[in-house]
């Protein structure tokens, strides 16, 4: 099959078709097939003919030092039995990684020779050695778990007898190079259980699982031919680049990737949901943005702190949960109970709005504001497709209408006219200035006395200073009602706003 020709499988998101990957500063011809919940990737046959890198990427990926490339093998040697002696060191073993076995229908082949150790300083041992037997007991017909046992037990002085098999080196060195594509999971999603593995395994093919990764392009790669595609793993310290024969097929292969990963994220959802519903109350939607690094904070003194136009053009990726209650940031996608508890950042929904989206055909992107004790925190954040921009303005926009329905009532402690109050803004009553008691004043026996009261259909207009006043305007004589917060007033706005946006959408609902 030529690069570039694709074949759609009858499974539920599957695909297949030759394909690139980056390893090593090299792009190798792959045959990549996705599956419904992983990708497997098997080196090309042709995979020697590899290209340099051409500049599209610029981290070059560097060959192990723990492993030895395989090294040219003499024609006298191939074929040939060799006894060879090998003395560990006191502090380290053999040196060598072992394959095979009875049960595989194969002998007991080295598949790795590590630098610097017992075998490696022999300079007489090779990858594709098949070993037929260790101080003298014959492994020829040993399974794999025999042939460990007998290495480990055979002392400081190991009397090897060997022959190299040429035809199986290929086997070995893809199984090196496919190795360094992608990740494995150590356990499953909220589970201390290593995931079920894939079966039948091939030493030459890598299988990715999918669930929680993150799929971008021109991402940490720019990719101005538009033919990439970039997966990160879960917890964004691996990634796989993948390279399509042009940008329609790039493009075929990342609407299917992005189908499935978001049938994934929302079984992920459920299966959170059952577990940490308690804990987080119920997730409404997650996955991953990038976003710029928080840019504009808006201090108590009416000031912006920012940073400068560099920083400001990095991208971060960003892993976002919405509640039912809250938005949740995490630095890599939470894998545990005890990851979820711990968000690197955390918002109340009915404080956030959404503000503004891109207008650039080639960016999709929108900004949140959060409304915080400490002022206004502004998170610039970028989304894969006009679909996903949707489903998290949704999300957000929902999720505070949601918060504001559930609240209800806001109280706060303010100044009027120098005299203390609290001021009081609820859903369905609107707003409310309480006398506030005070040392020798006293207080009612129906309560705080009301300064005065207005229903929401009143309001004219609200501003602040980011500071710590609020100006509030019901169209009375008195124009516009001066209050003191003593605090930034950003979050009272921003819960303001969020109950008349709820309420207009109620009304639209069900007028």
């Known amino acids: 099959m030529s690069m570039g020709e694709c074949v759609t499988s009858p499974g539920y998101f599957g695909r297949s078709g030759v394909l690139e990957t980056h390893v090593r500063g090299q792009w190798y011809r792959v045959f990549v097939t996705l599956e419904e919940d992983y990708l497997s990737i098997t080196l090309d046959e042709s995979y020697e003919n590899t290209t340099t890198l051409n500049g599209t ?17 003499p024609d006298s040697v191939a074929n040939q039995k060799r006894s060879v002696r090998v003395v560990k060191s006191d502090n380290n073993g053999l040196g060598i990684s072992i394959k095979g076995g009875k049960e595989n ?69 893809k199984a090196s190079i496919i190795s360094e ?87 992920a959802l459920q299966d959170a949901n059952r577990a940490l519903c308690l804990l987080l109350g119920e997730l409404q939607y997650i996955g991953w943005l990038v976003r710029k690094p928080p840019a504009e904070v808006t201090l108590h003194n009416g000031m912006s702190s920012s940073e400068s136009s560099e920083d400001f053009d990095r991208w971060q990726s960003v892993f976002v949960a919405v509640t039912d209650k809250e938005l949740r940031l995490y630095e890599s996608a939470p894998w545990s109970t005890e990851a979820w508890r711990s968000p690197a950042e955390c918002y109340p929904l009915i404080a956030t709005r959404l503000v503004s989206s891109s207008r650039r055909s080639d960016l999709i992107a929108f900004s949140v504001r959060c409304g915080t004790a400490e002022g206004v ?4 954040l970028r989304a894969e497709t006009h679909r996903d921009l949707a489903n998290w303005a949704r999300a957000l926009v929902n999720g505070s209408h949601a918060s504001a329905i559930v609240q209800r009532e806001l109280v706060c402690r303010c100044t009027w006219k120098g005299r203390p109050a609290q001021l009081v803004i609820h859903y369905e009553n609107g707003f409310s200035l309480l006398e506030s008691g005070t040392a020798g004043s006293a207080i009612s026996r129906n309560g705080p006395r009301a300064l005065w009261r207005f229903p929401f259909d009143r309001l004219r207009s609200s501003s602040d200073d980011g500071n710590r006043l609020l100006w509030l305007d019901f169209g009375g004589e008195e124009g516009e009602i001066e209050l003191d917060i003593e605090g930034c007033p950003k979050p009272i706005v921003f819960i303001l706003h969020n109950f008349l946006s709820a309420k207009i959408h109620r009304l639209g609902l069900y007028a």
């Open 57 to 73: 990427l610029n981290n070059n990926i560097e060959t192990p030092s723990g492993l030895s490339d395989t090294p040219d093998v």
């Open 377 to 380: 925190t502004t998170h610039h």
């Open 181 to 267: 594509v992608g990740w494995e999971l150590q356990r499953g999603f909220l589970s201390g259980a290593p995931p079920t593995a894939r079966s039948p395994q091939r030493a030459d093919t890598r299988y990715l699982p999918l669930q929680l990764c993150h799929l971008a392009r021109s991402f940490r790669h720019v990719d101005p031919e538009n033919r990439t595609l970039e997966l990160h793993s879960p917890d964004g310290v691996h990634s796989c680049v993948l390279r399509a024969a042009d940008a329609p097929e790039a493009a075929a292969w990342f609407n299917t990737l992005h189908s499935a990963l978001a049938a994934l994220n929302t079984a």
């Open 105 to 173: 229908k194969m002998p007991i082949l080295i598949s790795k020779i590590f630098k610097g150790m017992a075998a490696d300083q022999t300079e007489q041992l090779y990858v594709g050695d098949a070993i037929l037997s260790v101080n003298g007991e014959d492994l020829r017909e040993a399974t794999h778990d025999e042939a460990v046992k007998a290495l480990k037990r055979a002392g400081k002085v190991v009397d090897l007898e060997v022959k190299y098999l040429r035809e199986v080196t290929p086997y070995f060195r």
